[in-house]
C-alpha cells in the first residue's frame, strides 16, 4: 500500500538539547518555499533580527541590516552555500559583498543561521552573523514552476533528479525577469542552471556540483529627496537614467563526508569565477558639472580557490561525552579591480586599476563535553593569517603584507529545567577589510582630480587594518514548557575595534572609530491550532561609537555626536501561516525596520517602514499547484533605504547635504502555477 505524502513543518529554531546559543536555528524547506518574497535575497529574512533592502537595481548584491549593523552588502555576517563562501573579499564596490542572485530557493534543504562570534568554524565575516545555506542532493518530486507578475515580474523553473549509476544526478534551471515600477525598467534578466551529482548519505557520501548564473540590469538608484519634493522627478523616477550593470558566477565544487566508529571526516573544495561590472551615480553633479556627472565604473574579475577539511573524534575521558575537532580552511581570491569615471557608460579616465592576490589559512580546534546531563559546554580556538598583495598601476600604492589573528570561542549551556534551556556565550572574531585600504600611500581619485585641473600635488592616503577584531557576549534562554509555544530570549553585547571601511566608490579608506552595540532579541513561535502557526520577532539594538568625537570625519562635518548612522534600533516581524490544511496553504508576513539615524547627532534620521506581504495556495490536484503573493498589501508610501550627504543637482551651483532614498515598490501581484512529477 502507498502511504500518502506528510508534511512536517518546523520553527526557525533549533531545539532543546541540540542549540549551543539562544540565537541560532535551523529553516526548513517547507518554511522557505511558503514565504511571500519579492526578491531572492529575502530567504535570509528567515533569520530573526535581519533584514534585507535593495538601494539599486535587482541584480545588484542586497543590503543587509542586523543586531544595529548597516551591513552594506556583507561586512559583518557570513553567507557560504554549500560550504562555499558568498562574500567577497576586496571586492570593487563593497567589502564583504554578498550577491544571492545565483540561489536557487527550491533547491535549498537547509538554511542555519547563527549570531555573534562564537563558533570557531565560523571566520571571516562571522561578526554580527552567519548564514550557512544548503543544496539538495535528491529532489522529492521533479519541478516546473511558471509566473507572473504586475511589475514586469515572471520567472520559469524546472528541477529534476534521477538515479544515474551508483548516485543521483540533479539538474535545475531558471530564468527570471523583472521592471519593478521605475520609469525606466529595471529589465533585470537573469539566467540560473545547476548540475550535482551525489552518491551515498549526509553522513556518508559525497557530491559534484556545477553552477553558473549570469545578469545584466538598469539601476534606478536612491535619489535625493529635494528632487522629488519640488517635482523635478518622481519617486520612481532616477537622476543618471544610465545606470546598471551585469555580473556572472560560476563554480565547481565538491563534498566528502565520512563516518565511522572512530570519527566524522568532512572536506569540501571548490573554484569560483566572476565577473562584474557596475555604473553608479550618486552624487550627480558634485565633482564634474553638466553634461559630464559623477558616473563611475566599477569592474571586478576574479577567480576564487579554497577547501576546507575537519575530522571530529568522539570520546569518552572519565565516561564523559566529548567530541574533539580539528579543522582547516584556505582561500585564495585572484583579483583585477578598476574604477573609472564615465559619463552614459562611456569611460572618461580610469582612477586606479589593481591586481590583487589575497590568500588566508584558518586552523582550528573545538571540544564539546557533556559534563552533567544539566550542563554541556562547546569551547574552541581559531587561529587565522593572511596575506595579500597588490600590484596597483598608482606604484605608490604596490604592496603586501601579512597579519594574523587569534579567535577564541566559548559556550555554556545548562538545563533543560522544567523544558528550558539557558546560554551564556563569549567570543571573538574578525571581518577582513579591503586590501587596497593597507597598503595604499596615495589618494587615487583625489590626486587624479588635481591633475585634471593642472595641479601634480599627490593627496595622501589614510591606511586602515586588514583585519578588524570583534568580541562578542551574550546570554540568553530557550524554553518549550507551555505546550505548543517556543520562545527564545537573548541580551548580547558586540564590541568592534574600528569601523573603518574602504569606499570603493572613491578608491579611498574611510575614518573608523570603535563601537559597541548591545541588544535585546526576542522571538516566540506558537502552534495555535493544528493547522495555524504564529511567529513573532523583536529585536532592540543600542548602537555607539565608544571613542570621543570632534566632528570632523562625521557623516556631515562638524556635527560630532556618537550614534553610528544606519543602526536600526528596532527590527521587528511576525507571521500567520496556514499548514497542514491541504489543498489550502496561506501566510501574512509583517516586517518592521525602524527609524534609522542618518547623522552621528541624531539630527536626521529616516522614517521607518512597516509592510505586510501575504501568500495564498490552493492544489488543484496531486501535481498541481495555484499560488497568489501579494507584496505591500497596504501599498506603504515608505522607503527601503535612506542616506543622507551631499549631492548637486543640475540646476544647483553648489553640493547640498539631503536626504537620498529609495521607494519601496507599491502593492504588487504575483500569479504562479507550480507542478510536480
Do not use: C
Amino acid at each position: 500500500m502507498v502511504m500518502p505524502p506528510i508534511t512536517v513543518t518546523a520553527p526557525a529554531a533549533a531545539t532543546l538539547g541540540s542549540a549551543d546559543t539562544a540565537t541560532e536555528g535551523d529553516v526548513s524547506q517547507a518554511q522557505i518555499e511558503q514565504q511571500p518574497r519579492y526578491r531572492v535575497g529575502e530567504i535570509l529574512e528567515s533569520m530573526p533580527g535581519l533584514i534585507i533592502t535593495q538601494h539599486s537595481g535587482e541584480g545588484k548584491a542586497n543590503q543587509y541590516f542586523l543586531r544595529g549593523f548597516d551591513l552594506d552588502h556583507g561586512t559583518d555576517i557570513a553567507i557560504s552555500l554549500d560550504d562555499m563562501p558568498v562574500n567577497m573579499r576586496t571586492h570593487a564596490h563593497g567589502q564583504g559583498y554578498s550577491d544571492l542572485n545565483f540561489v536557487i530557493p527550491e533547491l535549498i534543504g537547509d538554511l542555519h543561521y547563527s549570531k555573534g562570534p562564537y563558533f570557531a568554524a565560523l571566520g571571516d565575516f562571522d561578526t554580527a552573523g552567519a548564514v550557512q545555506i544548503s543544496y539538495v542532493d535528491v529532489l522529492p518530486r521533479d519541478l516546473l514552476s511558471i509566473s507572473g507578475g504586475t511589475l514586469g515580474d515572471y520567472r520559469g523553473l524546472a528541477a529534476m533528479s534521477r538515479p544515474w549509476g551508483a548516485g543521483n544526478i540533479l539538474v535545475a534551471t531558471e530564468y527570471s525577469h523583472a521592471d519593478g515600477p521605475w520609469k525606466i525598467p529595471d529589465n533585470f534578466n537573469k539566467g540560473n542552471v545547476v548540475l550535482r551529482y551525489s552518491q551515498g548519505s549526509a553522513d556518508n557520501g559525497f557530491s559534484f556540483t556545477g553552477a553558473y548564473s549570469a545578469d545584466t540590469f538598469h539601476a534606478t538608484k536612491q535619489i535625493a529627496q529635494r528632487a522629488v519634493d519640488t517635482g523635478l522627478i518622481s519617486r520612481f523616477e532616477a537622476i543618471d537614467p544610465t545606470d546598471g550593470g551585469d555580473s556572472a558566477r560560476y563554480s565547481l565544487s565538491a563534498k566528502y563526508v565520512s563516518t565511522t566508529d572512530y570519527g566524522q571526516l568532512k572536506a569540501n573544495v571548490y573554484g569560483i569565477g566572476y565577473r562584474l561590472n557596475l555604473f553608479n551615480d550618486f552624487d550627480y553633479f558634485v565633482t564634474f558639472p553638466p553634461p559630464i556627472g559623477d558616473q563611475f565604473h566599477q569592474s571586478d574579475r576574479r577567480k576564487i580557490y579554497g577547501g576546507n577539511v575537519s575530522y571530529a573524534m568522539p570520546a569518552t575521558p572519565f565516561g564523559l561525552e566529548m567530541t574533539n575537532t580539528v579543522g582547516f580552511q584556505t582561500r585564495t581570491d585572484d583579483i583585477r579591480l578598476a574604477l573609472a569615471e564615465t559619463t552614459d557608460q562611456l569611460t572618461r579616465f580610469t582612477v586606479r586599476d589593481d591586481h590583487v592576490i589575497e590568500a588566508s589559512v584558518g586552523i582550528y580546534v573545538e571540544n564539546r563535553t557533556r559534563w552533567l546531563d544539566w550542563v554541556r559546554t562547546v569551547t574552541g580556538l581559531r587561529e587565522d593569517i593572511f596575506y595579500g598583495s597588490d600590484t596597483s598601476s598608482l606604484v605608490a600604492n604596490t604592496g603586501s603584507l601579512v597579519r594574523q589573528i587569534t579567535s577564541p570561542k566559548g559556550n555554556l549551556t545548562m538545563g533543560p529545567w522544567l523544558a528550558t534551556e539557558f546560554y551564556a556565550s563569549v567570543g571573538q572574531g574578525f571581518h577582513s577589510n579591503d586590501f587596497r585600504g593597507t597598503v595604499e600611500r596615495v589618494d587615487a581619485l583625489a590626486t587624479e582630480l588635481n591633475q585634471q585641473a593642472g595641479d601634480n600635488t599627490v593627496v595622501a592616503a589614510m591606511r586602515g587594518p586588514l583585519l578588524t577584531k570583534a568580541t562578542g557576549y551574550e546570554a540568553g534562554a530557550r524554553s518549550e514548557i507551555i505546550p505548543g509555544l517556543k520562545t527564545t530570549a537573548a541580551v548580547f553585547v558586540l564590541d568592534l575595534d574600528s569601523e573603518a571601511t574602504f569606499n570603493g566608490d572613491e578608491a579611498g579608506t574611510a575614518t573608523g572609530r570603535p563601537s559597541r552595540r548591545v541588544g535585546v532579541e526576542f522571538s516566540a513561535d506558537y502552534r495555535v491550532v493544528d493547522w495555524l502557526a504564529l511567529n513573532g520577532n523583536l529585536a532592540f539594538t543600542r548602537a555607539r561609537y565608544t571613542d570621543e568625537d570632534d566632528g570632523s570625519g562625521d557623516t556631515e562635518p562638524g556635527h560630532p555626536g556618537k550614534l553610528i548612522p544606519g543602526a536600526a534600533k528596532i527590527i521587528a516581524s511576525g507571521s500567520a501561516r496556514v499548514v497542514n490544511l491541504d489543498p489550502w496553504s496561506a501566510e501574512l508576513r509583517f516586517r518592521f525596520f525602524g527609524r534609522r539615524p542618518l547623522i552621528e547627532d541624531d539630527s536626521v534620521t529616516s522614517r521607518p517602514t512597516a509592510l505586510f506581504d501575504a501568500e495564498v495556495g490552493y492544489r488543484l490536484t496531486d501535481w498541481a499547484q495555484l499560488r497568489l503573493d501579494a507584496f505591500n498589501l497596504l501599498n506603504a508610501h515608505a522607503h527601503q533605504i535612506d542616506y543622507f550627504y551631499p549631492s548637486q543637482l543640475a540646476n544647483e551651483t553648489a553640493p547640498i547635504y539631503d536626504i537620498h532614498f529609495k521607494p519601496v515598490e507599491p502593492l504588487s501581484f504575483r500569479l504562479s502555477l507550480n507542478f510536480t512529477f
